[in-house]
């Protein structure tokens, strides 16, 4: 559904300007929440990664249909649970946990330093944990080639 709100949802973590389908004018994930993104035969070519960059809220895998051989990115490890206490988010209503914020947040020095890259990395290789991990995370497939894809929440 699309509410066309231009204030986050009420989830505890995260949410999506404009409701469950973001805007398309302006709606993004609000941080912190773990995101799925597609860009879609560009050039006969699909790029799709699963992304902890602005944080995590929940574990997220892509599935894809037919035989088509390619990487399915997953991140089936609850990383809120084990959130080191400088990242993590709580619902300020109760005090529980909802999110892990951004692993490159926990300080003010330098955008570029992620003191918890590892965290995440090591928990999720396939998956961003910092907006150039291109290597690790970004897939592509070719447009021909995946007949569908499935995006699973807590795999």
């Not at 006969?44 to 895998?61: E, I, K």
């Not at 005090?95 to 020095?109: D, E, I, K, L, M």
């Amino acid at each position: 559904f699309s509410n066309g709100n231009t204030q986050p949802d009420s989830c505890a973590a995260g949410g999506c300007l404009g409701g469950l389908e973001c805007s398309p004018n302006g709606g993004t994930g609000v941080p912190p929440t773990t995101l799925a993104e597609w860009t879609l035969d560009a050039d006969g070519t699909d790029w799709y990664d699963v992304s902890n960059v602005d944080g995590s809220d929940l574990p997220m895998a892509i599935t894809i249909g037919g035989n088509s051989g390619c990487t399915e990115p997953s991140c089936s490890t609850d990383l809120v649970a084990n959130c080191p206490a400088e990242i993590a988010v709580t619902d300020a209503a109760n005090g529980q946990r909802v999110a892990c914020g951004s692993p490159c947040n926990a300080n003010s020095t330098s955008a570029a330093t992620c003191p918890y890259w590892d965290y995440y990395h090591d928990a999720c290789p396939q998956v961003y944990a910092y907006a150039y991990d291109d290597n690790y995370a970004l897939f592509t497939c070719s447009s021909t080639a995946a007949t569908s894809y499935t995006l699973t929440f807590c795999p």
